[in-house]
């Protein structure tokens, strides 16, 4: 490999979704020499799939309206391991953040007095929760994603950001003393794999979500970000922490927005009841997605499921009418139509909890630098390494992510990190050089799937890892089930080391990208199991039959996931906002 | 019946001299899945079979291809919406390079996305909030944002086919549109300018392929048509 071919950049950002290019967008504008290293062309990333909207308090749908608010939800919504100091930071920030996305041509939904329409979501509320619900998420109808991940696009193209397009990150560089220092990468199209150096790594490869049988995410949803950093030996934070969406069409799992609710839509059990007045009586179906996805699983599990099996509920819609249906709910109709063949303004949609956000992450403070521990457990810096969006946990979503807070996360972090990193190379940090064993090191598992020559095949072997998770991982937890199912997960990993790829051409050869990110589906899935058998408590999205409580005395704490010994430890939450009194931890309602 | 044949357009640079059409044969069940999901049974069979997919839900624009002849998204076509005679048959979008199977080259497609210069351009400075928008101004851009840039439209169109380096063609045209459309952009007559020419704009022969293959369900020939009356009203 000593002909291997390498490419020099100030900062490389690895994902071009929606906070990648937001990190892209603010170095390439400072004039950095920028690259972004992403797997698919831009506005195919994950992003464009959001839908409701972006939470910020921008006081258009109420003049009142406070970030303060937005922040106390935030913090009740993560059930107080949010970490206090970053989300006053994103709610904070966010209006700026948001109006920066309206200046560079983002086609928000609109007011009458011409101001950004904003509707209500989950677990918002006014005054600190005293205030009844809020509707605080800006929206572009019922695509705001797709808004917002062109016109990001749209604003990199004009200020003339890099593209690796179809180039797949492998694994990345750490130099002697172990920083990070670049990555291996492959271009798509030819196969030709390149050494890439850089000052600053950006992680920003979303989530993971096709760990899971049964998924909301795009199939590109592989945690290649994820599966990097845990090879190269740095900790995970909170993975037990999966957002099961409450309304994923059932059968197809495709996302039905929570938008729907706030513009008025509720569920129904079979026999036509409003089940959520009987878990949630203040906010029903505008509880937190935790909440609404146990209550319906309740619903299920006690027989009043619907459709011949017992096994979904509906989403009732047609009391909306269909002009609300046709000017802020028009992707959704369609969308019910293609895949549960049900015209909403008709007839209910049939949905079910669908694996949807990964809350955990790479462990970074605002600014976006990775963090791992020391010897005595003190947080320190990963040289080199940023991670923002849902590769990242910062934390803003603590144990449970609130509706439209995905697409706030992603704008402010990923423009905290670009200013951050934009600072650090002005004042000329710089790393030692990678060693050929280095390179080498980073170099092994395309090399090895490159030489295997049998074993079994990747598509078995990833179908089997989804339903592990699916079975054993799901929004109810228990001790037996999770303990079988890490023990699947390590025979596992035994035969995908042993893994066959047949393909082994150079010219867009999709089967080697997906041989590479079944291992990084491997390591997502043993973070997480392993994270959610040792978190002995019930916290948010994290639910078991065995520990149905909450415990702060033990686990007010981010879990660390240590992927060299797999063992779990704990981490602080931060609970010292700058300029806000602290939000104590409380026994969560809605 | 319940076996579908299908045919695929085969081509790996590295090993074949020619593009050949490969047979399959798929047991769908009975099942009216989408044909992503028949690509990916056959991926089963043949791991080498070469394709781009992400969202699977219509949004991302991946997976444009042409299937039984009409050019759609693989993961919001329904078999049963193109299957004839228990026949399909799956080629590249017509028109672009290809690189390997159903993948092809869609860099003469961005670069006519980029030359309209597709991002808001507005003189004045920002205000401290948002720039102000009334519903109906922004009613003006429904229709047009949505495009999700899978060139569905662009490789069905002859004008595109015959120019693709000169005619900017339906899927950027249409987004041409979206910014001439757009109450916040200032740029009207520059963006204009850029389309007066005998090719950039006028090579459109509205023969409205474009219409009929977006899976958006969006208009590109209608945008043409406004974008023709601006440079008209214009000249005036």
């Not at chain 1, 934070?237 to 409450?246: K, L, N, S, T």
């Not at chain 1, 935790?290 to 011949?308: H, K, N, S, T, Y």
């Not at chain 1, 490159?450 to 998770?469: F, K, N, T, W, Y």
């Not at chain 1, 991982?473 to 089930?481: A, I, L, S, T």
Request: charged fraction near 25%.
């Amino acid at each position: 490999m000593s002909n291997m071919r390498s490419l020099t950049f100030d900062a490389i950002i690895i994902g071009g979704g929606g906070s990648g290019l937001r990190a892209a967008l603010e170095l390439a504008k400072s004039g950095k020499k920028t690259a972004v290293i992403t797997k698919v062309f831009p506005t195919r990333s994950h992003t464009v799939s959001a839908q409701g909207g972006i939470t910020c308090a921008i006081a258009s749908a109420d003049p009142n309206d406070d970030w303060r608010w937005h922040m106390y939800d935030t913090v009740k919504g993560g059930d107080y391991i949010t970490d206090q100091e970053a989300a006053e930071y994103m709610c904070s920030e966010g209006p700026k953040a948001v109006f920066e996305l309206e200046h560079m041509g983002l086609p928000f939904s609109r007011f009458d007095n011409g101001r950004i329409y904003q509707r209500p979501f989950g677990g918002q509320s006014k005054d600190f929760g005293k205030g009844g619900q809020a509707a605080r998420t800006c929206a572009a109808a019922d695509r705001t994603g797709h808004a917002l991940l062109h016109t990001l696009y749209q604003n990199n193209l004009k200020n003339n950001t890099v593209f690796l397009n179809e180039w797949y990150a492998v694994d990345l560089v750490k130099n002697a003393n172990g920083d990070v220092v670049g990555c291996i990468a492959m271009c798509i199209e030819t196969g030709e794999v390149v050494h890439i150096k850089s000052k600053a790594t950006v992680l920003a490869t979303g989530g993971s979500g096709r760990i899971y049988a049964s998924t909301t995410n795009a199939l590109i949803n592989t945690g290649d970000g994820i599966g990097m950093a845990l090879r190269a030996g740095f900790p995970m934070q909170d993975m037990e922490m999966w957002q099961f969406h409450p309304t994923g069409i059932y059968g197809a799992g495709v996302l039905v927005t929570e938008g729907c609710r706030g513009e008025g839509g509720y569920l129904i059990n079979k026999d036509g009841e409003r089940f959520m007045e009987r878990y949630a009586p203040n906010a029903k179906d505008l509880a937190g997605r935790d909440v609404v996805a146990r209550a319906m699983v309740m619903e299920i599990l006690e027989g009043r499921g619907c459709g011949e099996n017992g096994d979904h509920v509906m989403l009732k819609l047609d009391h909306l009418g269909e002009e609300v249906l046709s000017k802020r709910l028009p992707g959704i109709v369609e969308l019910s139509k293609t895949f549960a063949h049900v015209d909403p303004a008709k007839d209910p949609i049939p949905v079910v909890p669908t694996c949807h956000y990964m809350m955990g992450g790479v462990p970074t403070n605002v600014h976006g630098q990775a963090i791992m521990q020391d010897a005595d457990g003190n947080d320190q810096i990963v040289n080199g390494l940023f991670a923002c969006g849902e590769a990242a946990c910062v934390s803003v979503h603590g144990a449970n992510r609130l509706g439209g807070n995905s697409l706030l996360d992603l704008v402010v972090f990923g423009r905290a990190a670009g200013m951050f990193i934009e600072e650090a190379l002005n004042e000329g940090v710089d790393y030692l050089e990678a060693a050929q064993s280095d390179i080498d090191s980073a170099m092994a598992r395309i090399t090895r799937w490159d030489e295997s020559s049998g074993g079994e095949a990747v598509p078995d072997l990833r179908a089997e890892l989804q339903d592990i998770m699916q079975n054993d991982f799901g929004v109810f937890r228990q001790e037996d089930n999770m303990q079988q199912g890490v023990k699947k997960l390590a025979d596992l990993r035994e035969r995908i080391a042993n893994a066959h790829l047949s393909d082994k051409s150079n010219a867009f050869n999709t089967a080697r990208v997906e041989a590479l990110e079944l291992d990084n589906l491997l390591e997502v899935a043993e973070a997480t199991a392993i994270s959610a058998l040792e978190r002995k408590e019930s916290r948010g999205a994290h639910s078991r039959y065995d520990y149905p409580d909450r415990d702060d005395a033990n686990w007010l704490k981010h879990s660390m996931y240590f992927p060299v010994e797999k063992r779990l430890g704990q981490r602080d939450v931060n609970f010292v906002p700058k300029t806000v009194d602290t939000f104590e931890p409380k026994i969560r309602t809605y | 019946m319940s076996t579908l044949q299908v045919s695929i357009y085969r081509y790996n640079p590295e090993t074949d001299s020619a593009p050949y059409m490969q047979e399959f044969q798929l047991d769908t069940q009975g099942r009216d899945i989408m044909v992503l999901n028949a690509l990916e049974m056959i991926k089963q069979q043949d791991s080498s079979m070469a394709y781009r997919r992400s969202c699977r839900e219509g949004v991302c624009g991946s997976d444009g291809m042409n299937m039984n002849g009409k050019n759609g998204l693989a993961c919001i076509t329904p078999l049963s919406e193109v299957v004839k005679d228990n026949k399909l048959v799956l080629r590249p979008l017509p028109g672009l390079p290809v690189i390997r199977d159903l993948v092809v080259d869609m860099g003469v497609f961005y670069k006519q996305y980029e030359s309209i210069q597709p991002y808001l351009q507005n003189d004045t400075n920002p205000p401290a909030t948002e720039r102000l928008q009334s519903p109906e101004e922004r009613d003006k851009l429904d229709g047009l944002y949505e495009c999700i840039l899978c060139a569905c439209c662009s490789t069905a169109c002859p004008s595109f086919w015959w120019n693709p380096d000169k005619f900017v063609g339906p899927a950027g045209l249409l987004q041409a549109y979206r910014f001439l459309a757009d109450s916040r952009d200032t740029a009207t007559s520059e963006r204009l300018a850029r389309l007066e020419d005998p090719f950039s704009l006028f090579r459109c022969r509205g023969i409205m392929n474009c219409v009929a293959v977006c899976p958006k369900g969006l208009n590109p020939t209608r945008a043409i048509g406004k974008i023709r009356e601006m440079l008209l009203s214009n000249a005036t």
